[in-house]
């Protein structure tokens, strides 16, 4: 398996404020891999690296074998991004939406409108793709952010939380997306709070205080912590933390 993120001593600071601490790991191809870590552990700061949209104070990283520090629009290139907090517009509509980051993304546009109308039957969408984004219900949102964060087929695909505030079975039906896009290929990296979507995840790594304390798959993670869940395990580690926000 090709190694498609890999970080050695990856660190981030603010001023005297060590954000990201000599983080090393790796990730390879069609893995989903889970990047956990309570509020101000570093999580959000190391994403920002890996996208390219913050330089690393010091160490190395490297997304789709594009140097993060000197090759940021490589990067964000070859991967997608979807974050709970904004992934599309909610004044355009479901097409336009498409369209739009199709666009931006630079997928040709004659590829654009037959992939679109696949994307909106796979998603059982087609009747709504002249309706305002803002209309649909929260989980037809996340799917539909979703499939617009990979419409490129990007080598990475970044998850921030992607299905904070909907329903169990709505985060059901999203991870079936996510193990979809899996067997194209794609590699998925996620960050979230729900320690039941932690064990959907091929291998995870926890962050306390900036570092990474556990990296390992749930199975063993929870022999590890003589554990019998993933929140268990999540908790242990977690109350070793001394601080709480970046």
């Known amino acids: 398996?090709?190694?498609?993120?890999?970080?050695?001593?990856?660190?981030?600071?603010?001023?005297?404020?060590?954000?990201?601490?000599?983080?090393?790991?790796?990730?390879?191809?069609?893995?989903?891999?889970?990047?956990?870590?309570?509020?101000?552990?570093?999580?959000?700061?190391?994403?920002?690296?890996?996208?390219?949209?913050?330089?690393?104070?010091?160490?190395?990283?490297?997304?789709?074998?594009?140097?993060?520090?000197?090759?940021?629009?490589?990067?964000?290139?070859?991967?997608?991004?979807?974050?709970?907090?904004?992934?599309?517009?909610?004044?355009?509509?479901?097409?336009?939406?498409?369209?739009?980051?199709?666009?931006?993304?630079?997928?040709?546009?004659?590829?654009?409108?037959?992939?679109?109308?696949?994307?909106?039957?796979?998603?059982?969408?087609?009747?709504?793709?002249?309706?305002?984004?803002k209309a649909l219900p929260l989980g037809w949102k996340q799917k539909l952010a979703f499939s617009v964060a990979i419409f490129h087929e990007p080598q990475i695909v970044f998850l921030d939380e992607p299905t904070g505030g909907v329903d169990p079975i709505t985060r059901r039906h999203f991870w079936e997306l996510i193990y979809e896009a899996t067997e194209r290929g794609i590699t998925v990296f996620v960050t979230t709070h729900y320690m039941d979507e932690a064990e959907y995840c091929n291998r995870l790594s926890i962050m306390v205080d900036g570092r990474i304390d556990a990296l390992d798959t749930p199975a063993h993670l929870r022999a590890q912590f003589r554990a019998e869940t993933m929140d268990e395990v999540f908790r242990k580690l977690a109350r070793k933390a001394t601080r709480t926000e970046i």
Not at 89 to 111: M, P, Q, S
């Open 1 to 133: 398996m090709n190694t498609v993120i890999e970080t050695k001593n990856l660190t981030k600071q603010f001023g005297d404020f060590t954000a990201v601490d000599r983080i090393s790991f790796s990730v390879k191809k069609g893995e989903i891999f889970g990047f956990l870590g309570a509020n101000g552990a570093g999580k959000t700061t190391a994403m920002r690296m890996l996208c390219g949209l913050s330089k690393p104070t010091s160490g190395q990283g490297f997304v789709a074998g594009f140097d993060i520090a000197r090759q940021t629009e490589a990067v964000k290139k070859s991967i997608g991004y979807m974050s709970q907090k904004f992934s599309l517009y909610e004044d355009l509509t479901v097409k336009e939406n498409i369209r739009l980051f199709a666009g931006i993304y630079g997928v040709k546009e004659k590829t654009i409108l037959p992939k679109m109308e696949e994307t909106l039957s796979t998603l059982g969408l087609s009747n709504e793709k002249n309706s305002l984004v």
